[in-house]
């Protein structure tokens, strides 16, 4: 497949920020901004805090516009006795359609493994949604050179053999922790040789056709001056952007940055 074929991709994940209120405002500020040019050449995924989904999608989901909606995580469990928890098929039955998995604030906060990554991805395919699924490395294992056998374990344990079986939808992000919020980015070269190695492990994994069609995105400190030289690297299909996204002009600058 030639890469101009794949979907262009720019998500903003908000964290936990923003009030509804705040929210709405900063949908309703960029719904304006993204034209019909953007509108068919980027695909804009929004992943406010869950509490907000809802409200959000009833006031705009209908409008002319192509924003999708994404979750920052779900449960790995289909349903029961787990308090606070939300499970994959709640979301998607609000209208989620995608959902972060093994995000680093996650895998450094909340103990997330591989493994337990494994799981959730498995609850999200079978609810009929498509897991971005997150990887990165820390600053000290790339001082000990140790990215791939980071990035390719990450991958090994974290994404079930089911997805290429029945040729699921997947996102892959990239986002080396050492970047994530620090205002520090990677180089392009340095992104691009972590697509670059991502891409190879799908064409071995699974095959030349998944490799090529799949969507990976650079994360860690985009903005709307830097967007544009990461989204031009090979292998780079777009970004998932944190706090950027939080700006309603930024992130439409950014997602403009990724139109080839
Ligand atoms: C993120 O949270 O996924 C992220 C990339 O954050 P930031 O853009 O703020 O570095």
């Given at each position: 497949?030639?890469?101009?074929?794949?979907?262009?991709?720019?998500?903003?994940?908000?964290?936990?920020?923003?009030?509804?209120?705040?929210?709405?405002?900063?949908?309703?500020?960029?719904?304006?901004?993204?034209?019909?040019?953007?509108?068919?050449?980027?695909?804009?995924?929004?992943?406010?805090?869950?509490?907000?989904?809802?409200?959000?999608?009833?006031?705009?989901?209908?409008?002319?516009?192509?924003?999708?909606?994404?979750?920052?995580?779900?449960?790995?469990?289909?349903?029961?006795?787990?308090?606070?928890?939300?499970?994959?098929?709640?979301?998607?039955?609000?209208?989620?359609?995608?959902?972060?998995?093994?995000?680093?604030?996650?895998?450094?906060?909340?103990?997330?493994?591989?493994?337990?990554?494994?799981?959730?991805?498995?609850?999200?395919?079978?609810?009929?949604?498509?897991?971005?699924?997150?990887?990165?490395?820390?600053?000290?294992?790339?001082?000990?050179?140790?990215?791939?056998?980071?990035?390719?374990?990450q991958l090994n344990e974290g994404l079930p053999?089911?997805?290429?079986?029945?040729s699921l939808p997947l996102i892959i992000a990239?986002?080396?922790?050492?970047?994530?919020?620090?205002?520090?980015?990677?180089?392009?070269?340095?992104?691009?040789?972590?697509?670059g190695l991502i891409r190879h492990w799908l064409?071995?994994?699974?095959?030349?056709?998944?490799?090529?069609?799949?969507?990976?995105?650079?994360?860690?400190?985009?903005?709307?001056?830097?967007?544009?030289?990461?989204?031009?690297?090979?292998?780079?299909?777009?970004?998932?952007?944190?706090?950027?996204?939080?700006?309603?002009?930024?992130?439409?600058?950014?997602?403009?940055?990724?139109?080839?």
């Amino acid at each position: 497949m030639n890469p101009e074929m794949r979907t262009r991709i720019v998500a903003g994940n908000w964290k936990m920020n923003t009030t509804p209120e705040e929210g709405k405002k900063l949908v309703s500020e960029m719904i304006p901004m993204i034209d019909d040019e953007i509108r068919g050449a980027v695909h804009a995924i929004l992943i406010p805090p869950i509490l907000h989904l809802s409200g959000l999608m009833s006031l705009f989901s209908n409008r002319k516009q192509s924003l999708s909606w994404g979750a920052q995580d779900c449960s790995a469990h289909s349903k029961g006795a787990y308090t606070g928890e939300i499970s994959a098929e709640m979301l998607l039955s609000v209208g989620v359609s995608y959902i972060l998995v093994g995000h680093s604030e996650r895998r450094a906060y909340h103990n997330e493994t591989n493994t337990l990554c494994r799981d959730k991805i498995l609850r999200i395919i079978e609810a009929g949604g498509c897991p971005i699924y997150c990887v990165g490395e820390t600053l000290q294992e790339r001082e000990e050179d140790r990215v791939t056998p980071v990035i390719e374990q990450q991958l090994n344990e974290g994404l079930p053999e089911l997805l290429w079986e029945k040729s699921l939808p997947l996102i892959i992000a990239y986002e080396p922790v050492w970047a994530i919020g620090t205002g520090k980015t990677a180089s392009p070269h340095q992104a691009s040789e972590v697509h670059g190695l991502i891409r190879h492990w799908l064409k071995t994994h699974a095959s030349d056709q998944i490799a090529d069609s799949t969507s990976i995105l650079y994360g860690g400190s985009v903005k709307a001056e830097n967007a544009a030289e990461l989204f031009n690297m090979p292998d780079v299909d777009g970004g998932l952007i944190g706090g950027a996204s939080l700006q309603s002009r930024s992130f439409v600058e950014i997602v403009k940055a990724c139109v080839r």
